[in-house]
């Protein structure tokens, strides 16, 4: 799925509100390979990998839930 909110490009979500999407330029381009996560209930936003990889890792590794 894709989901925009404000800057951001959702491309994965958790099943509890968090979502995880790149930065976005307001020209629709994806800013740089950072990877952010955004909680719906609390509408906090954070950097939680620096790339795709990293977010696949983290997963595996249980680090992000």
């Known amino acids: 799925f894709v989901k925009y909110k404000n800057n951001y490009l959702f491309f994965a979500g958790n099943g509890s509100e968090v979502y995880f999407g790149y930065l976005i330029t307001k020209e629709n381009l994806v800013k740089d390979d950072e990877v952010f996560e955004?909680?719906?209930?609390?509408?906090n936003q954070?950097?939680?990998a620096k790339n795709l990889d990293d977010l696949i890792r983290k997963f595996y590794n249980e680090e992000i839930y």
Do not use: G, L
């Open 38 to 43: 955004w909680d719906y209930e609390s509408d």
């Open 46 to 48: 954070e950097r939680v």
